[in-house]
């Protein structure tokens, strides 16, 4: 909002200052399209010059307005590949396992990231999401070895 105002806001005064005064694009270049690249760059410039001292303060109301938040983990919303209106076509009903099975590597890679500070400094969120992704984790491995005895990949699980 706050680069709207001042874009919008710095626009309108050139603007102004142009109709105003239209020998000030003669200045700029000989051919139009010269003076728009050239209008363009000068406004960018002057734009970032009439801005830089005020970037402190606005920085500190910013901040106020909008303090960070720590970094809390999030769960996953857990997703499968594996689709049962497949059944008809195991070539791709394989495919959907193998990639069930390499979202589930990755979800044990980020656990494995994710427990390493824990030994430093214990927290309990962090934990907690953990033993999460676990169950999710056990889940889907559960989901893949019933999958050939429940017929998804079909003939040619066997």
């Known amino acids: 909002m706050a680069n709207l105002i001042l874009r919008g806001g710095?626009?309108?005064?050139?603007?102004l200052g142009i109709v105003a005064m239209p020998d000030l694009l003669t200045g700029l270049g000989t051919t139009p399209d010269?003076?728009?690249i050239n209008l363009?760059?000068?406004?960018?410039?002057?734009l970032a010059l009439v801005a830089f001292p005020f970037v402190g303060p606005?920085?500190?109301v910013a901040s106020y307005l909008m303090p960070e938040r720590p970094d809390q983990p999030r769960g996953l919303k857990v997703t499968s590949?594996?689709?049962p209106a497949l059944l008809?076509?195991?070539g791709r009903a394989i495919d959907c396992a193998a990639r069930e099975l390499l979202a589930m590597g990755q979800k044990i890679e980020q656990m494995l990231i994710t427990v390493e500070p824990i030994y430093d400094?214990?927290?309990?969120a962090t934990a907690s999401l953990i033993a999460d992704q676990d169950k999710a984790v056990k889940q889907t491995h559960l989901e893949i070895k019933l999958c050939p005895s429940s017929g998804f990949l079909g003939p040619m699980a066997a």
């Open 40 to 46: 363009h760059l000068a406004f960018s410039v002057g």
């Open 121 to 124: 400094q214990w927290n309990t």
């Open 81 to 83: 590949a594996l689709d």
């Open 88 to 90: 008809d076509r195991p």
């Open 34 to 36: 010269r003076q728009a």
């Open 10 to 15: 710095g626009a309108a005064l050139v603007l």
């Open 58 to 60: 606005i920085m500190a």
